[in-house]
């Protein structure tokens, strides 16, 4: 079946514009996961959804940066007034549920370059 | 708080030589372990967990990995390595207890020599 799509899978903005990332699950997978890879560096994690609710949203690094899900299905992250810092790989992932013991699926990645 | 740490940057092993990357964690209750590959130009996935049972589980790939308690370890190995293998890998956790984060490792590149 599909695996995790995200798109766009490139983005190059100007600082200072906003950006929307968009995820769209596995079908049937009710968690849903952002997280950053910056060059050369692990995953960050910043937040995740059951369902549409965002029970942990401790890993967004500012108020710049929100995320919403509806339907339970497709997931949007938005960056407002960009800097150069928020250039990234911004991967999503999904999986059966939130509960611990389930794996993630990753989409491949939105590469965000901010001019 | 839950941690994860993978001492090495870089392993370096020659075609056809075991393989191990290395992963040590920190959980408050009992942690679930994962592996991760991330292929060049590809997304990251999954390769083995721990849940509970046996402490040496099979994965995909024909890679493996041990769970130490004692060490609080979760090395991933494979006992003959292929040029194909070299990637980046990732060790995960998640705590029983706080069901939703998961943390990364900083990952290892693992290259494999012919």
């Known amino acids: 079946g599909a695996g995790v799509s995200q798109s766009p899978s490139n983005k190059v903005t100007e600082k200072g514009k906003d950006v929307e990332l968009r995820c769209d699950p596995i079908?049937?997978?009710?968690?849903l996961y952002w997280y950053r890879q910056s060059l050369g560096q692990g995953l960050e994690f910043l937040i995740y959804f059951q369902g549409n609710s965002a029970p942990d949203k401790s890993g967004l690094p500012s108020d710049r940066f929100s995320a919403e899900r509806t339907g339970g299905s497709v997931s949007t992250l938005t960056i407002q007034r960009t800097q150069q810092e928020d250039s990234a790989v911004y991967l999503c992932a999904s999986s059966l549920s939130w509960e611990a013991l389930n794996e993630q699926y990753f989409g491949p990645g939105t590469r965000l370059t901010v001019t | 708080a839950q941690s994860v740490a993978q001492p090495e940057d870089q392993v370096n092993v020659a075609e056809g030589n075991p393989l191990t990357v290395k992963c040590t964690y920190s959980?408050?209750?009992?942690?679930?372990l994962f592996w991760y590959v991330q292929y060049p130009n590809r997304g990251l996935q999954f390769l083995l967990k721990y849940i509970t049972g046996d402490n040496l589980v099979k994965g995909s790939y024909g890679f493996e990995a041990e769970f130490n308690k004692s060490q609080t370890s979760f090395h991933l190995k494979k006992p003959s390595a292929l040029v194909s293998d070299s990637a980046l890998y990732f060790c995960a956790v998640r705590d029983s207890a706080n069901a939703g984060k998961s943390t990364f490792g900083d990952g290892t590149t693992l290259t494999v020599k012919p």
């Open positions: 959980v408050s209750g009992n942690p679930y």
């Open positions: 079908s049937g997978h009710t968690a």
